[in-house]
């Protein structure tokens, strides 16, 4: 026999042996109506089952056994039993409620539905519950009626869901010695409420159960929150507990630990001791609370592991499937608390409750949890049972499992948009986002529908992802008429709600001068706040500012510590900036090719177009590898691909200035001419016009091409271009021009467009005769090999302009070109071999 046991029966012996009789012990207790000692309690059950035991009659027995079975008493009594003492404790009560059940005592049905609702997790039992206020309403019973009505009302405990119908069950249970059918009905009307007028009306109506019984005061104090009145609000929480309210206790411990009652002189921890009383009356959310609130203090203070296990612990053991999801949560990712077979039974026993969230839970562990074995198969099951349920973020996870390719083949890719439109539906803040997401990024988007569901984000949520992904659209009109402006609103709105990627998008704006005039300095600014913010893409804009002097000074040494830091933060298109540093070598590290080449590729391998092309000049002009002509035009052609001129460009070089033997000239034509398309010209394409090579003759294209290359800043188009107009290609002569085109490549370090620089200024051509700059540049050419000017600067000797008359001079310099392959200094020598004798 138990301890509780024993103490029980020891009660029942002093009450049969005492001096006084059952009937006066019976009203002593009744009377004093006070239980907070448990063993008061234990006393006043056992009275009350010596008198059913032993036939004693008398309405005092009645009397005394609804009293220690309302107001939270029966609840009180058992809250700190141990595990044994608390089932027999709980046979006892059961036995008490048949007896009276038995002797056609009805209210007793409700008792009895009421000890399996809050029993403990082994007691509990929802269908036991249901079967008894069933049995208590077919009994008569209007305190069971109150309890059908309000199971109707929700549709709970198996109850086919009417609201009318319930409403009127309960205000038609009202009777003298039925406690809930009011404060039922107080509940619901008022929660049913749109305005404060209605509320107090309500309030109004109910008036004598809240100021004349007092009972039902957390509804009155929930009134005055919605109203801001927060000090009536808390006066009246402290007159239900005056008058023993569980759940004003509760609603007082909230609002402390949540910090709303701050203002009012409460520090957090204040908060405690009243959700512990209304746990002990029967709330075991208000345990969940307790446990809560330390394990995620308010203030943002250190978590309190132990109190809030011992909490959360004590919730779970109430049946609060809340409880049970917090410990399996801290049980599977806490290091320091890490238990997997009890988190996994915690999620079980919150799954056989019907917790759609304990079932997300598990599979999301089935799934991701690294001490797991994975399981797709049963996670995809628990999912789909969630969704069935209602539950609004199964849906969003299955749409992600097939978006990632968890669930399904890469064929059912799409089938994730099936469930994020259920998740939508029901109004699921993910899966809206995925939602608008899927029909904005994908292969063949529905811009409509996109912005459809980002406006619902927005509405519903505020949402900082919604919001930024209607600003990139009206940027620059996609999908929506563009309007930077409100652009701009919904990316402030995002950033001041913590949502960093959002100052990455108005540096953007303030860079490119969306709105305003460009304000490089600002952009730089917002990329600072995103890099503080550890994002990455703000780290790699901050680092490109520092690196070019974008708004600020440049500092290339920050620059690539930056540039490193984004990349470690997963910002792949730092590879190419860190390659072009060291080939560089900039940025505080000394040019290494190896490093370069390393960088380069890992970028180009991962598919970014320019990489592909860097990578492919590093092997077709062996920077920092053996040259490879077959794997630079394999780089270069991936680059074209994906769409990059600078290759579309580089491989008609490659053609056209022949790298290989027999080469292929014509095939460097389409590719100038695809590049072109993208706004990308090169001397080369003018080549191919004015040299016919791949396309006919058309020299007049020809010099319009290499105007637009010569506005794309390419030296050779100068040159080419500046001979245009020495020559009359494609456009009348015109010495001046030549002259200007040739002399800025000339100047630029091109000796054969200075050769003919040294020509012009010697003849006078297109410029007053200048015979000493014209040497200057005739003997750079010269010296470099090129015939015409050496050609020219033996004239020079031989008639003596601008240098002393020197024969000798004049003859070298006319050998020289001749070797070269001039027929002018040929004729003058007889012929590039004869040498002076």
């Not at 009276?100 to 008792?111: R, S």
């Not at 004349?212 to 507990?241: F, H, N, S, W």
């Not at 959310?285 to 309190?304: I, K, N, R, T, W």
């Not at 519903?460 to 990139?472: G, Q």
Request: hydrophobic share 35%.
């Amino acid at each position: 026999m138990g301890e509780f046991n024993v103490k029980y029966l020891s009660y029942i012996s002093e009450f049969a042996n005492g001096q006084e009789s059952l009937t006066q012990a019976a009203q002593l207790y009744f009377d004093a109506d006070d239980y907070a000692d448990p063993i008061r309690w234990f006393k006043a059950h056992a009275l009350c089952m010596l008198a059913q035991q032993t036939g004693k009659e008398g309405t005092i027995f009645q009397q005394l056994y609804e009293q220690i079975n309302e107001d939270s008493n029966r609840e009180r009594s058992s809250f700190y039993l141990n595990d044994k003492d608390y089932a027999l404790w709980f046979d006892d009560v059961v036995l008490l409620n048949q007896l009276f059940i038995d002797k056609g005592y009805a209210k007793a049905y409700t008792f009895m539905h009421e000890l399996y609702m809050n029993a403990r997790y082994g007691f509990k039992d929802e269908a036991k519950a249901a079967e008894y206020i069933i049995k208590g309403y077919e009994a008569g019973d209007k305190t069971a009626q109150a309890f059908v009505g309000y199971n109707t009302y929700y549709g709970n405990l198996g109850f086919e869901q009417d609201a009318e119908k319930g409403l009127a069950l309960i205000e038609s249970s009202y009777a003298p010695d039925n406690r809930s059918g009011k404060l039922f009905a107080l509940n619901i009307k008022f929660h049913s409420c749109g305005s404060g007028e209605e509320a107090a009306a309500v309030l109004e109506e109910y008036h004598d159960l809240l100021h004349v019984e007092k009972r039902g005061l957390y509804v009155l104090a929930d009134y005055y929150l919605r109203e801001g009145e927060d000090q009536k609000a808390l006066e009246t929480y402290l007159e239900g507990i005056q008058y023993n309210s569980g759940y004003c206790n509760y609603m007082l411990g909230l609002m402390i630990s949540n910090t709303r009652f701050a203002p009012l002189g409460y520090e957090i921890e204040q908060g405690a001791p009243y959700l512990q009383v209304g746990f002990e009356h029967g709330i075991a959310y208000a345990g969940f609370v307790l446990g809560y609130y330390y394990l995620y203090p308010a203030d943002q203070s250190e978590p309190q592991f132990d109190k809030a296990i011992q909490a959360l612990e004590r919730a779970a053991l109430y049946c609060s499937n809340e409880a049970l999801l917090e410990l399996a949560i801290l049980y599977l990712y806490h290091n320091d608390y890490k238990n997997i077979d009890k988190a996994m039974e915690y999620l079980d026993r919150a799954i056989a409750a019907k917790s759609t969230r304990a079932r997300n839970e598990k599979a999301i562990a089935l799934l991701e949890h690294q001490d797991l074995e994975r399981n797709v198969e049963e996670a995809q099951a628990l999912l789909l049972g969630s969704m069935e349920l209602g539950d609004d973020y199964a849906p969003y996870r299955l749409g992600y499992g097939y978006q990632v390719g968890e669930f399904g083949t890469e064929e059912e890719f799409d089938k994730c948009i099936e469930f994020y439109e259920v998740a939508a539906e029901r109004n699921n803040g993910l899966g809206i986002e995925y939602a608008g997401r899927y029909y904005r990024y994908n292969e063949n988007p529905d811009l409509d529908k996109a912005i459809a569901y980002y406006e619902k984000g927005v509405e519903l949520y505020n949402s900082n992802y919604c919001k930024v992904e209607l600003a990139m659209m009206l940027e620059r009109g996609y999908g929506l008429e563009a309007n930077p402006t409100q652009a701009e609103q919904f990316y402030q709105e995002a950033l001041e709600n913590n949502y960093p990627f959002a100052a990455v998008r108005l540096g953007y704006m303030y860079e490119d001068g969306l709105v305003g005039e460009v304000d490089a300095e600002k952009a730089r600014e917002h990329f600072e706040i995103a890099a503080n913010a550890d994002l990455a893409e703000g780290m790699y804009q901050l680092a490109r500012c520092n690196r070019y002097g974008i708004g600020g000074a440049e500092d290339r040494a920050l620059a690539f510590e930056l540039f490193e830091k984004a990349l470690e933060y997963g910002y792949n298109d730092a590879n190419v900036d860190l390659a072009l540093a060291y080939e560089e070598g900039s940025g505080g590290v000394e040019e290494n090719a190896a490093k370069a080449v390393e960088y380069m590729t890992t970028a180009a391998e991962i598919g970014f177009s320019y990489a592909q092309y860097k990578l492919g000049c590093y092997y077709l002009y062996a920077y920092g590898l053996e040259k490879d002509l077959e794997l630079a035009k394999y780089w270069l052609e991936k680059a074209r691909e994906n769409g990059s001129a600078l290759a579309m460009l580089t491989l008609g070089d490659y053609y056209l200035y022949g790298y290989e033997e027999d080469q292929p000239y014509d095939l460097a034509f389409p590719y100038y001419e695809e590049a072109e398309q993208r706004g990308y010209v090169s001397e080369g394409l003018g080549i191919c016009y004015q040299f016919a090579i791949g396309v006919e003759r058309d020299e007049k294209k020809a010099f319009q091409f290499y105007k637009i290359a010569v506005e794309r800043g390419y030296d050779a188009a100068y040159f080419r271009l500046g001979l245009c107009y020495y020559y009359a290609i494609g456009t009348e002569k015109d010495y001046v021009e030549a002259l200007y085109y040739l002399r800025e490549v000339a100047d630029r370090g091109n000796l054969e467009a200075a050769g003919y620089v040294g020509v012009m200024l010697v003849k006078g051509e297109g410029v007053a005769q200048e015979l000493a700059e014209g040497i200057a540049y005739l003997e750079q050419a010269a010296n470099a090999g090129y015939d015409s000017a050496q050609y020219e600067l033996g004239n020079c000797y031989l008639k003596g302009e601008g240098v002393e008359q020197n024969d000798e001079l004049a003859l070298h310099w006319y050998q020289q070109a001749a070797e070269n392959g001039n027929e002018d200094a040929q004729k003058i020598i007889g012929g590039p071999r004869k040498r002076r004798r």
